[in-house]
């Protein structure tokens, strides 16, 4: 994964923040107004709650509560470009990354079907009320995949970086919980381009933004990640 500089970073956060309280978005033309100097109002998002369970977990639904993968709107930066990622997931290999488990390397489907195979079926929700749906995940639960690479108690969060470089970090009691799993079925086919072919971590309980597709590469650390001093 390629690193970016602090200062980089930095002014990265910024035109994020200046974005949301302007409405323009991150990579579109720089807004033209400065950086507020001090705090400032702003329009928070309507937000759709999650359908959580009392004890934290996601809603299970039934085969018959199943939303045609047509149906389900795509929320995806890159939707109108084609991925530079194998689509076959019997050929797209994850890279492994870290010190904190015994295993590292590329990890293959065919390391996957080792593994207890689990499906479940649950609603993806992004922040707002579309695109959302219930859909069928099959693959494998992600506490199974943290067992196969040996991953130390010591361990505290781990990234899913996409095939187009976004990113999303998870505490690790998130990550393998029991609901959270790699999958590269959707609704009993291949999971679509637009919805994150040939891997996608699924984290239910979490909105869909954290839903990443197209994953690349795993990464697993003991602190949090951060950025270079180049």
């Not at 689990?118 to 859909?135: D, E, F, N, R, W």
């Not at 996409?162 to 009691?173: F, L, M, P, R």
């Not at 979490?206 to 197209?214: C, D, I, L, P, T």
Request: hydrophobic share 40%; aromatic share 6%.
């Amino acid at each position: 994964m390629s690193r970016i500089s602090r200062r980089t970073a930095l002014q990265v956060s910024g035109a994020a923040l200046v974005g949301g309280l302007t409405g323009v978005r991150l990579g579109a033309q720089a807004p033209a107004a400065p950086f507020p100097d001090s705090l400032v109002q702003q329009k928070v998002r309507d937000i759709v709650a999650l359908p959580l369970n009392a004890d934290g977990s996601a809603k299970v639904f039934a085969e018959s509560d199943l939303t045609p993968v047509s149906e389900i709107g795509v929320l995806d930066r890159n939707a109108n470009k084609t991925p530079q990622v194998e689509l076959d997931p019997a050929k797209h290999k994850i890279k492994i990354y870290g010190n904190v488990m015994k295993m590292a390397g590329s990890l293959s489907l065919a390391d996957l079907e080792k593994l207890p195979p689990h499906t479940q079926i649950t609603k993806l929700q992004c922040g707002g009320p579309k695109p959302s749906g219930v859909v069928k995940w099959s693959g494998v639960r992600f506490v199974d995949v943290c067992r196969l690479l040996g991953v130390e108690t010591m361990a505290q969060y781990v990234m899913f970086v996409s095939a187009d470089g976004y990113v999303t970090t998870e505490d690790i009691s998130v990550a393998t919980h029991p609901q959270s799993m790699l999958a590269w079925k959707m609704n009993d086919g291949p999971i679509p381009v637009g919805h994150g072919a040939p891997f996608r971590f699924i984290v239910p309980t979490r909105w869909g933004a954290r839903n990443n597709k197209r994953i690349a590469e795993i990464r697993f650390t003991a602190s949090a990640f951060g950025f270079n001093n180049s």
